[in-house]
């Protein structure tokens, strides 16, 4: 308070110098400054707004007036749409729930409609048509998420003369995502939808040009197998047969299984397979019958009457023939059943396996039957090899069925202790079996963890270890015990030789102290001194 008072005081000797009009120039200034304050803070005090600009241009009032219904104040500043930055985040989603951002997928087929005349042609009409859908496409397709920019050219098949074979329609789409984002993920949508609003128009015909890249996209055929994923497939079908068949034959130790499948080398065949009816149907049918007969009568000899005579008894000479003849007509065999068939590479037309079996396991079986013997030779393990090598190849026949019989080649192999030998190659020294062997790798993860474990435990001792305290003499100030007189004579003697003692009186020791001050005061101001030692030691001193 006393600060205002003296401020004050000051302020009124300082206008009382001044003139009226000295007085009211400065009291103007005050108001003006005081107003352009209340304007400042009346700004300041307003929400911040940000412009919201993602919808479409001819929408700006239908925009603003469901915002302001919504109680949002948004407000059109410039033509630009502006909400509080508060509401911004409301705002947006209000205005994609009611799909206000975009503009209205069908206006453009509203604005054929519109402007059609009873004066246009048919060919006329369709062109609008065309360019209408490819409009109405084009806005779908911008409404997917991160689209900024889609144009849709579609290609219709002009009407030809007869006999003239068909061509499907075909599109090319561009289309610019946000950034430098691909757009490989949306190819399949934007191809299904337009190949779903032309007639006769399949996803494969769609291409799809990246407006960011330059780079085109097109939808494979389901049906289409790629070299590359037909050597994965290749790939994932040996290994789940060598799999399956070690599982099989993991009774054997150390067996090794290599597995080849053969596919087809066809990379697309389509087959029609008709089947038809066991008999033909009966058509018409034609039946002639023809009975011929050849009678003579036989009487007594002499003179006959011309009347005839009956007389029973009578004996008859002649011959009968009967003829049947059918004609019959039959239609075509019926079809009952018509089947498309598609193949393609990945038919397995042959699975070869080959299985390598250690000559140790056909050892150990001759032995458990013949325990007397100590190593049989390569004669008497012969029958064992054969036996079990077949019962190998009965049990792998199964597992590879295909279009064709497969390979299976069974075959002993020497130990793994033996072939070392065989190529020439020293056996392994006692390190590298260690490291070879499978539990150098357990053994050593849990060695770094047991070190691990003791750095950790050491660092939280040295951190949990209490600080040594002074002691109750050191605290209380109590000088330490000095050793006694024969400790001290015991270090005299140790040494080379005594030093002699001087004696130093008062005078001397001022006039030490006066040289080593003369000493310093040369070595930091040299001029000054030896101004004062001129005036100090005169010439007769010298």
């Known amino acids: 308070m006393e600060v205002l008072k003296r401020s004050?005081?000051?302020?009124?000797?300082?206008?009382?110098?001044?003139?009226?009009?000295?007085?009211?120039?400065?009291?103007?200034?005050?108001?003006?400054?005081?107003?352009?304050?209340?304007?400042?803070?009346?700004?300041?005090?307003?929400?911040?707004?940000?412009?919201?600009?993602?919808?479409?241009?001819?929408?700006?009032?239908?925009?603003?007036?469901?915002?302001?219904?919504?109680?949002?104040?948004?407000?059109?500043?410039?033509?630009?749409?502006?909400?509080?930055?508060?509401?911004?985040?409301?705002?947006?989603?209000?205005?994609?729930?009611?799909?206000?951002?975009?503009?209205?997928?069908?206006?453009?087929?509203?604005?054929?409609?519109?402007?059609?005349?009873?004066w246009t042609t048919d060919k006329q009409g369709e062109r609008a048509y065309l360019i209408a859908k490819q409009t109405v496409l084009a806005n779908i397709i911008r409404k997917m998420r991160g689209v900024r920019m889609a144009d849709v050219v579609i290609s219709m098949p002009q009407d030809k003369g007869f006999g003239h074979t068909f061509d499907r329609p075909s599109a090319s789409v561009s289309v610019a995502l946000d950034g430098s984002r691909s757009v490989k993920p949306i190819v399949p949508a934007v191809a299904a939808l337009v190949a779903g609003?032309?007639?006769?128009?399949?996803?494969?015909?769609?291409?799809?040009?990246?407006?960011?890249?330059?780079?085109?996209?097109?939808?494979?055929?389901?049906?289409?197998?790629?070299?590359?994923?037909?050597?994965?497939?290749?790939?994932?079908?040996?290994?789940?047969?060598?799999?399956?068949?070690?599982?099989?034959?993991r009774y054997i130790p150390n067996v090794i299984v290599a597995v080849n499948v053969r596919t087809d080398t066809i990379h697309k065949q389509q087959d029609e397979q008709f089947d038809y009816s066991k008999t033909e149907p009966l058509r018409r049918e034609h039946v002639i019958e023809r009975i011929s007969r050849n009678i003579a009568q036989q009487g007594e000899p002499g003179v006959r009457p011309n009347t005839g005579m009956d007389i029973n008894g009578a004996n008859a000479s002649g011959s009968e023939e009967t003829l049947n003849e059918t004609e019959s007509e039959f239609g075509d065999k019926q079809l009952v059943k018509r089947s498309h068939i598609t193949r393609t590479g990945l038919n397995t037309q042959q699975i070869n396996v080959t299985v390598n079996v250690p000559r140790g396991?056909?050892?150990?079986l001759f032995k458990s039957a013949n325990p007397d013997v100590a190593q049989p030779t390569d004669e008497q393990l012969q029958p064992v090899v054969d036996r079990q090598l077949k019962k190998i190849e009965a049990q792998i026949e199964p597992l590879i069925a295909a279009e064709s019989t497969g390979v299976i080649a069974a075959h002993m192999i020497p130990d793994e202790t033996v072939l070392p030998a065989i190529a020439g190659v020293?056996?392994?020294?006692?390190?590298?079996?260690?490291?070879?062997?499978?539990?150098?790798?357990?053994?050593?993860?849990?060695?770094?963890?047991?070190?691990?474990?003791?750095?950790?435990?050491?660092?939280?001792?040295?951190?949990?270890?209490?600080?040594?305290?002074?002691?109750?003499?050191?605290?209380?100030?109590?000088?330490?015990?000095?050793?006694?007189?024969?400790?001290?004579?015991?270090?005299?003697?140790?040494?080379?030789?005594?030093?002699?003692?001087?004696?130093?009186?008062?005078?001397?020791?001022?006039?030490?102290?006066?040289?080593?001050?003369?000493?310093?005061?040369?070595?930091?101001?040299?001029?000054?001194?030896s101004h004062i030692l001129s005036k100090w030691v005169g010439a007769d001193d010298y």
């Open 426 to 529: 020293a056996p392994a020294s006692g390190f590298e079996s260690i490291v070879s062997s499978g539990w150098v790798g357990p053994v050593g993860v849990t060695l770094l963890a047991l070190l691990s474990l003791a750095l950790m435990l050491g660092m939280v001792r040295k951190a949990t270890q209490p600080e040594s305290l002074p002691s109750v003499e050191e605290l209380a100030g109590v000088p330490p015990t000095l050793p006694s007189e024969d400790d001290l004579v015991g270090e005299v003697e140790e040494q080379e030789s005594s030093m002699q003692g001087l004696e130093l009186d008062e005078d001397e020791l001022k006039s030490r102290h006066m040289a080593e001050q003369i000493s310093e005061l040369i070595k930091a101001n040299p001029s000054e001194a």
């Open 197 to 249: 609003s032309v007639a006769e128009m399949k996803p494969q015909d769609v291409s799809v040009v990246d407006a960011n890249t330059g780079q085109t996209h097109t939808v494979r055929d389901r049906d289409d197998v790629l070299p590359t994923d037909k050597i994965q497939l290749v790939e994932r079908l040996e290994r789940q047969k060598r799999e399956q068949i070690e599982r099989l034959l």
């Open 361 to 364: 396991y056909f050892v150990s």
């Open 8 to 118: 004050w005081t000051q302020i009124r000797a300082a206008l009382e110098g001044l003139t009226r009009a000295e007085k009211g120039f400065i009291i103007s200034l005050m108001v003006i400054g005081v107003m352009a304050l209340g304007m400042l803070l009346w700004y300041a005090s307003q929400p911040e707004t940000v412009v919201i600009s993602q919808f479409a241009s001819g929408r700006v009032d239908e925009v603003r007036t469901r915002l302001n219904a919504a109680g949002i104040d948004a407000r059109i500043e410039g033509g630009q749409l502006r909400v509080p930055v508060a509401q911004q985040n409301e705002a947006i989603a209000l205005l994609v729930q009611g799909d206000l951002l975009t503009d209205d997928a069908s206006a453009a087929f509203n604005a054929m409609i519109v402007n059609q005349s009873p």
